[in-house]
Nanobody
Framework: QLQLVESGGGLVQPGGSLRLSCAAS????????IGWFRQAPGKEREGVSC????????NYVDSVKGRFTISSDNAKNTVYLQMNSLKPEDTAVYYC????????????????WGQGTQVTVSS
């Protein structure tokens, strides 16, 4: 059974950094894409970044380009989201989600979700 567990969230000051982890089980990353999404209070869930081992590709929403980096350690079956230069508007619950092969923008195209981890950027 496909399972995802996020960790690494917390409270950080503006300009700080956090690294989120998404540990996968029940499948290997080699054939799947992992997306990071976030949802702030009162807002819709939005895509942040995605990595596909099948396609050898990564992508980012414009608001995080140059600040966030997605990577994967297939030996550990874990995907990371390194978040630098954090801003208050990055505050949200961050989720990872999985789908076969390639990244897609639509939330509905992801098959399984983690439980989420809270990121709060505040002074």
């Amino acid at each position: 059974q496909l399972q995802l567990v996020e960790s690494g969230g917390g409270l950080v000051q503006p300009g700080g950094s956090l690294r989120l982890s998404c540990a996968a089980s029940g499948f290997t990353l080699d054939y799947y894409a992992i997306g990071w999404f976030r949802q702030a209070p009162g807002k819709e869930r939005e895509g942040v970044s995605c990595i596909s081992s099948s396609a050898g590709s990564t992508n980012y929403v414009d608001s995080v380009k140059g600040r966030f980096t997605i990577s994967s350690d297939n030996a550990k079956n874990t995907v990371y989201l390194q978040m630098n230069s954090l801003k208050p508007e990055d505050t949200a619950v961050y989720y990872c989600a999985v789908r076969r092969a390639f990244c897609r923008r639509s939330i509905s195209e992801y098959d399984r979700w983690g439980q989420g981890t809270q990121v709060t950027v505040s002074s």
